[in-house]
């Protein structure tokens, strides 16, 4: 069993998350008033199970990321989303960590929140032994995410649950180098102001 500690790229990510968090909340409430904002700042952390469909690895991690939720559009907002993820149990195979980007859209009804993102970014994998020479190999990923906000009678926070698969790609013999982890999320969302949508 393989015990993650975070590199570099785990922290890179966690100090940009951090910094987005801090700041452009401060930023828009200075500009406007909460009641007529037109994006709405969120943060989340997020525990996770995966199952790496790598020789039959599964492991636990964490993902903490915010996202900017725009104005809705016939009742759909679109959004700009950042994350980063980091295995705390890497099993017996493998643990994946990554910093992901990109957009999402996110629809309301009452007290759900459903959201679909599409992410890109930078990944990771760390094997527990050495794969054909690929461990600790920066790789170009992909990621889609499909979850769902539920309001809490404490304003701003939300549960969020969510399922995500990613692409790999490792270059090797073993199944093409390809593979397709498939993640179940569940943690807590907190948007910055009480308004709710």
């Avoid at 966690?14 to 994006?39: C, D, K, W």
């Avoid at 920066?138 to 969510?162: C, K, S, V, W």
Wanted: with cysteine.
């Amino acid at each position: 069993m393989h015990i993650f500690h975070p590199s570099r790229l785990a922290l890179k990510c966690t100090l940009v998350i951090a910094l987005v968090s801090i700041f452009l909340p401060l930023a828009h409430s200075q500009a406007l008033p909460t009641q007529t904002l037109r994006i709405q700042l969120q943060a989340f952390a997020l525990g996770d199970y995966t199952w790496t469909q790598f020789n039959g690895g599964r492991n636990t991690g964490i993902t903490p990321g915010a996202n900017l939720i725009f104005r809705p559009f016939f009742g759909i907002s679109p959004s700009v989303e950042v994350r980063a993820t980091f295995p705390i149990n890497s099993g017996t195979q493998l643990g994946l960590e990554s910093g992901l980007g990109g957009l999402g859209l996110t629809t309301h009804f009452r007290r759900y929140h459903p959201y679909l993102n599409a992410l890109v970014g930078i990944g990771k994998p760390k094997f527990v032994n050495t794969f054909n020479g690929y461990s600790n190999t920066n790789l170009l990923i992909y990621q889609f995410d499909l979850g769902t906000d539920i309001n809490t009678p404490f304003p701003g926070f939300a549960i969020r649950a969510e399922a995500a698969t990613q692409h790999w790609n490792i270059a090797n013999s073993y199944n093409n180098g390809i593979f397709t982890p498939i993640t179940v999320s569940l943690g807590l969302r907190y948007r910055f102001g009480t308004r709710r949508y």
